[in-house]
């Protein structure tokens, strides 16, 4: 499944807030320095979806705050995720 992202780097905490249709704005702690952010972006979307770090993959923004994310998972059980971030 693909999500599209508006990332908020250096932010007080890691967060998620769902805006419907496979698009989400997250807050990240990770400042955008040397691919930090991205970094901490693949694992902290890893443990929200329970999956392995392999199966989330930046394929379009790296360098910037607008990301096409691919997540190797059931689009149910993303969505079913995505609910509780409404």
């Known amino acids: ?3 599209h992202i ?3 780097p250096n932010a007080k905490r890691n967060e998620i ?3 419907g249709e ?3 704005k997250l807050k990240i702690r990770v400042p955008a320095t040397e691919g930090k952010a991205n970094q901490a972006i693949v694992e902290f979307l890893s443990e929200v979806f ?3 770090k392999s199966k989330v993959e930046i394929l ?3 360098t910037s705050t607008y ?3 691919k997540i190797d998972l059931n689009e ?4 079913e995720v995505l609910e509780k971030y409404k």
């Open 1 to 3: 499944m693909i999500l």
């Open 6 to 8: 508006e990332v908020k």
């Open 17 to 19: 807030i769902y805006l």
């Open 22 to 24: 496979n698009t989400l």
């Open 50 to 52: 329970n999956t392995s």
């Open 60 to 62: 379009k923004g790296t």
């Open 67 to 69: 990301k096409k994310i």
């Open 76 to 79: 149910a059980h993303i969505n």
